[in-house]
């Protein structure tokens, strides 16, 4: 093949990138944001939550081999003062606020189970811990956890 015939060709990335554009184009950004949830969504359902958890873990583990941990230092930092500069200051005493009422809620709630469970050992009811319905009442230390990302 001469340099001629190769004239106009491009590589798989090129061609790929360029395919990309166009649907970009085409369709807007919004369409990439909504196939990559769909695909998120249906990667959880097939592996897991867990599954997150240990592709995140062992990607966490080889940017700190690769970079250390002062990179998280330093990224922490960046996106803290980023968040300052676009929210104000205010907001981090807003969320702790928050993050505060979330978690005296869960208590009272667990102190409240653990009351009704007592109450009901005491009048010769069954036991709360042999009966799965009442098992989470049978937990008082659970509550006590800040809210998770579910």
């Known amino acids: 093949m001469s340099d001629k015939d190769n004239k106009g060709s491009m590589t798989v990335a090129e061609a790929g990138r360029k395919g990309g554009e166009t649907v970009r184009n085409e369709r807007g950004r919004e369409f ?3 196939i990559g949830r769909k695909g998120g969504a249906t990667v959880k359902a097939e592996r897991g939550r867990s599954f997150y958890e240990e592709i995140g873990r062992k990607g966490g583990e080889t940017v700190k081999a690769e970079r250390g941990a002062k990179f998280y230092e330093e990224i922490g930092k960046k996106g803290g003062d980023r968040v300052k ?9 807003e969320i702790g606020r928050k993050g505060g009422q979330k978690v005296k809620k869960l208590i009272e709630e667990g102190k409240r189970a653990a009351r009704a469970a007592m ?3 005491a009048a010769g009811n069954a036991p709360a811990t042999e009966s799965p319905s009442t098992a989470p009442a049978a937990k008082p230390e659970e509550p006590a956890q800040p809210g998770g990302n579910e």
């Open 85 to 93: 500069a676009t929210r104000g200051p205010n907001f981090y005493e």
């Open 32 to 34: 990439y944001e909504t």
């Open 119 to 121: 109450e009901g050992q």
